[in-house]
């Protein structure tokens, strides 16, 4: 009783686990894919009921062979038999390895396919939330390999799934048809394999673990290499390789537990029910020599065997399923990311009169206290804006709302009087040109870099652009890889910026810090000629980079306490603003005076 009882739930257990995978968005994705090719899935189809047919073929061909070839010297039957079986191997061998080749073609087909929805996702939903849910380098290492074993998992999952239910539905006949007695005890001896739920659950809790360690593997491997430079000039290259060193002993180590569970736990369950199985159908058939002849004995052996198989196949398909558990979780937190919230029935934005924040306050992901507060100001078409302000004081909170990389806790932001959230994202993002101040270049030439923006752009385009952004490069290096400096990257992102075709927002954040005084001075004159008429909204430290804006917008722990040209503010001799312009003018003029003095000393 106790032993059912125990049967029934691990049954359960295993139904439910197949549930919640074959019914997750990944796998609904992938059935997608593969319906898409249904002539293919045909084929497949068609190769499995032949391989079926040639299971059942053999063991019959067998006791022809024994009965009337041998025992009774028919030697037609004799060679009918032997020909049978020249047939059953030829051409179950044909369709076994057309099937192979078919299930690698939607293999790589199914692969493709769960990596494009998986590119798609984040384009609908914020940079700061999709990297605050992944580490930056866990999509790029992780997201090809779980869609390979997910995709390499129901390729052939599927078409051996309906094999092995053809061979097991006509074995099971065609054993209850020769002796239902052996059939009775077969199938019990095989249900025993379900009693190893204990060892299946232990081992999917070490797939997990193995999983989760091998993405810490792969994430600090191109952590180390991106970011090898500073590493080695921090003198740290020996600690990172002890850290290696023990993020693969741990994995080993689960490796090694996860192995010998699946050979002792499991394979050797398994293998002891095979054992059980083939004694009791000799013996039972021995007994039954009164009954059924020899041929027909073995002809039930060969039925067994394929029933004894196709169960086999379940088990040990349901750990795979198990070992590919986290890599389609790991899939569906990525498609089940929060999108950018759109209102119903967005609109094409056209045309940006005015961009408005009206009593905005919003928190970043993870914090509890707000990046900025009750922020209200009107921009109109045309304008020029300077962000300015303490290190986190919410200029940049400011360009993430604008960007859709960041939504408000309360208020709106408002683009020609109605809410942001009333246009497409494809339509604002050809409308805004962002450039950030942390330019991360494409690992492609120069010139896909620009493209990047504009594909159609002229090499006229792309030279002003460069000679506008101060960037002044022959133009065979353009084909050449972008081994930039920091500087050169930053001018980089300025022109990818400027040959944005219907951008008519620009906005520029930190687009100089990078950049000498000389540099920056002929910038600043280019840009004010290129974007004239233009909207531009300009976060700087450097007053030189703002000082000719319309009005300057000054911000202090999340909150605007100073707005005005620059020269209003500078005259007004009290506030935030005349501190930090004070204090940057003073430190200026100690640089040049620290100069002349090294100068004079050096002559």
């Given at each position: ?272 029910m095979e054992a059980i199985i083939t004694g009791a159908i000799f013996l039972m058939g021995m007994l039954y020599f009164q009954i059924i002849s020899p041929g027909q004995s073995f002809q039930f052996a060969g039925y067994a065997v394929t029933f004894q198989v196709g169960v086999n196949w379940f088990f040990q398909r349901f750990q795979s399923v198990l070992e590919f558990v986290p890599d389609v979780d790991r899939c569906d937190e990525i498609l089940h990311l929060e999108e950018i919230p759109l209102n119903l029935n967005p609109i094409d934005l ?254």
């Open positions: 009783m106790i032993k059912g009882k125990c049967l029934l739930r691990a049954l359960e257990d295993k139904v439910k686990t197949v549930q919640k995978i074959f019914k997750s968005t990944t796998m609904r994705l992938a059935w997608r894919w593969m319906w898409e090719k249904k002539l293919l899935s045909l084929v497949i189809l068609f190769c499995v009921m032949m391989d079926a047919l040639v299971s059942f073929l053999r063991p019959y061909m067998t006791k022809l062979f024994i009965d009337e070839g041998v025992s009774q010297g028919e030697n037609d039957i004799l060679l009918l038999s032997i020909l049978g079986f020249m047939f059953a191997s030829v051409f179950g061998f044909m369709f076994m390895r057309l099937g192979d080749v078919l299930e690698e073609l939607m293999n790589g087909y199914v692969d493709l396919g769960l990596q494009g929805n998986l590119r798609e996702k984040p384009n609908q939903v914020s940079e700061l939330r999709l990297f605050h849910k992944f580490h930056s380098t866990e999509l790029p290492a992780g997201v090809p390999i779980w869609t390979s074993k997910i995709s390499s998992a129901i390729s052939t999952v599927i078409p051996d799934l309906l094999n092995q239910k053809l061979n097991m539905v006509v074995s099971l006949g065609a054993m209850l048809w020769i002796s239902p007695v052996l059939t009775v005890i077969c199938v019990f001896c095989v249900g025993l394999l379900f009693l190893s739920k204990r060892v299946l659950k232990k081992y999917a809790k070490l797939n997990k673990q193995m999983f989760e360690q091998q993405n810490k593997i792969m994430s600090h491997t191109v952590d180390f290499f991106r970011s090898f430079r500073d590493i080695q000039m921090c003198g740290a290259i020996k600690r990172e390789n002890d850290e290696f060193k023990r993020l693969r002993t741990a994995y080993m180590k689960t490796n090694l537990k996860a192995a010998m569970t699946k050979i002792f736990g499991i394979d050797s369950f398994s293998v002891l056209e045309e940006v009169e005015t961009i408005e924040f009206r009593n905005v306050t919003a928190t970043h992901l993870g914090s509890n206290v707000p990046a900025i507060h009750n922020v209200s100001f009107l921009i109109r078409k045309g304008e020029t804006i300077g962000l300015v302000g303490p290190s986190g004081s919410g200029k940049t909170t400011v360009i993430y709302l604008l960007g859709r990389m960041l939504e408000p806790d309360s208020g709106e932001v408002l683009i020609n009087g109605r809410s942001i959230k009333d246009f497409t994202l494809e339509s604002m993002r050809e409308r805004f040109a962002f450039c950030f101040q942390d330019t991360d270049p494409l690992d492609r030439s120069i010139i896909a870099n620009l493209e990047l923006a504009n594909p159609e752009a002229t090499d006229t385009k792309i030279q002003k652009a460069l000679f506008d952004a101060s960037l002044d490069l022959p133009k065979e290096k353009l084909q050449g890889k972008t081994d930039l400096s920091g500087g050169q990257k930053q001018r980089l992102g300025i022109a990818r910026s400027l040959l944005r075709p219907n951008a008519e927002v620009f906005i520029l954040d930190e687009f100089t810090s990078a950049l000498d005084a000389k540099t920056e001075s002929q910038m600043i004159q280019r840009m004010d000629r290129r974007l004239q008429g233009k909207t531009r909204i300009i976060i700087a430290h450097r007053f030189s980079t703002i000082r000719t804006a319309d009005r300057i917008v000054v911000m202090d722990s999340g909150k605007i306490v100073q707005t005005g040209p620059h020269e209003e503010l500078r005259r007004q001799k009290k506030g935030l603003y005349y501190e930090l312009w004070k204090t940057q003018k003073e430190q200026s003029w100690l640089e040049k005076w620290n100069g002349k003095v090294l100068g004079f000393f050096q002559k």
